[in-house]
């Protein structure tokens, strides 16, 4: 992703200016202009490449990051029952029969399970903020 920044910001600087301008004024405005440019070009290119919407973003996450090996997600796969079937669990009042479902809890629960239940066999996931507010909003839509 960040390359394709980088090759679209050197092909600017590079691009050839338009026609030599005589007063130095106009000079400004076509580098202005071929700024703009730039800006918009990238944001084009962020926007391409950046993750959709946060539900499903999380949706590809619980896949990519191993939730399936565990549990059963509708929407996303999984048949292993070595942790419980997520589905429903939006309309559960709470996380492992225990702790009130909200969403900092589930937030809580996806990052460091063993802080809300001592002991649990749901291992910590290395995830980032990002990653966890998308799997958190996916999670949510399973009523
Ligand atoms: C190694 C297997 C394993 C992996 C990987 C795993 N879990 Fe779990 N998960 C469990 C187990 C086992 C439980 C039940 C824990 C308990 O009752 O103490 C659980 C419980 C849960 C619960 C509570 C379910 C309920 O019925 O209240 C949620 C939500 C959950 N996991 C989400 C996830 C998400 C999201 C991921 C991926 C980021 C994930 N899990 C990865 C094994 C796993």
Redesign the pocket.
Known sequence: MSFLVRITNRALLRAPSAPTPRRGGDRHLVRLALGLAGVALVSAVLAACGPSDPVSEGRRL?GQ???T???IIPGAGGNSS???S?AG?AS?P????AIPNTREN?AQ??TN?SSL?PG????S?P?SPAEVNA?VAF?QTLK
Do not use: A, D, E, N
């Not at 709470?94 to 029969?97: L, N």
């Not at 649990?120 to 291992?123: E, I």
């Open positions: 619980v990051k191993g939730c090996g565990c549990h070595i942790g419980p997520l669990f559960r709470t996380i492992v029969g589930l629960w996806i399970p239940k649990t066999s749901m291992p996931l995830l799997i999670l």
